[in-house]
């Protein structure tokens, strides 16, 4: 059973669209992070969300966290080239440390 | 101290043989996960430790795999008789102690091939 399922998979869009990544559970979460990845490299960290209900902007990147904290999601608006790769959310279900990743979600931006 | 750090980045080996990563995490922080990641998926969590304690294996882990973090500070991820499915990226990651936040810092992983 994977705990966080995102959607969509893939996506694959051109340079100056708006996109929104989705990621949900059926388990709360204490806190949720959004990760992203480029081929041969670990994830890097973008954002930590905490507190259900929270905004959390980096420049062009907007983060949700769901009123329930089962939810979250990534709206990138005007995307660019360089925000292809692969997007991850990750959570520790609440009450534990254990740190598991979403299904992923592949961003392709063309020019 | 720069980061989480692999060793090896890549290593290809023969079906059947023993093979050993090693993760020097970030050196205040006392949390370090190990997880097995294919092409286009999200990182499978394998194992973690709290300082020098394992505290859970996923259980699709087979008794193959086995993970130690002696002093706390670095681990090691061991496969024995490796098999051509083992085949992926193998990466670490640490997390300060910090309670309701886990936040992980990822070294470069490392790819195994199976021949």
């Known amino acids: 059973t994977q705990l966080l399922e995102q959607s969509p998979q893939f996506l694959s869009i051109q340079e100056g669209e708006n996109l929104t990544v989705y990621c949900n559970s059926s388990?709360?979460?204490?806190?949720l992070q959004w990760y992203r990845q480029e081929p041969g490299e670990g994830p890097v960290l973008l954002v930590t969300?905490?507190?259900?209900?929270e905004v959390k902007k980096l420049k062009r990147l907007t983060f949700q966290f769901g009123d329930a904290r089962k939810d979250s999601s990534l709206h990138i608006t005007a995307a660019q080239p360089g925000d292809t790769g692969l997007y991850l959310c990750?959570?520790?279900?609440?009450?534990?440390?254990?740190?598991?990743f979403g299904t992923g979600t592949r961003l392709q931006v063309f020019p | 101290d720069t980061g989480v750090s692999q060793d090896p980045r890549h290593k290809i080996t023969k079906r059947g043989q023993n093979v050993t990563f090693r993760c020097d995490p970030i050196?205040?922080?006392?949390?370090l996960y190990w997880y097995r990641q294919t092409l286009g998926q999200g990182p499978e969590f394998l194992t973690y430790?709290?300082?020098?304690?394992?505290?859970?294996k996923s259980r699709l882990l087979s008794d193959r795999f086995s993970a130690e973090r002696p002093k706390g500070s670095f681990s090691t991820l061991e496969i024995q008789r490796t098999e051509q499915g083992d085949s992926a990226m193998y990466l670490c990651?640490?997390?300060?102690?910090?309670?309701?936040?886990?936040?992980?810092?990822f070294g470069q992983g490392t790819r195994l091939t199976v021949v």
């Open positions: 430790f709290q300082n020098e304690a394992q505290l859970e």
């Open positions: 969300v905490v507190t259900g209900g």
């Open positions: 990651a640490s997390s300060p102690d910090r309670a309701m936040n886990t936040e992980a810092f």
């Open positions: 050196s205040e922080h006392n949390r």
């Open positions: 388990s709360v979460f204490s806190s």
């Open positions: 990750a959570g520790a279900p609440y009450n534990t440390d254990k740190l598991i």
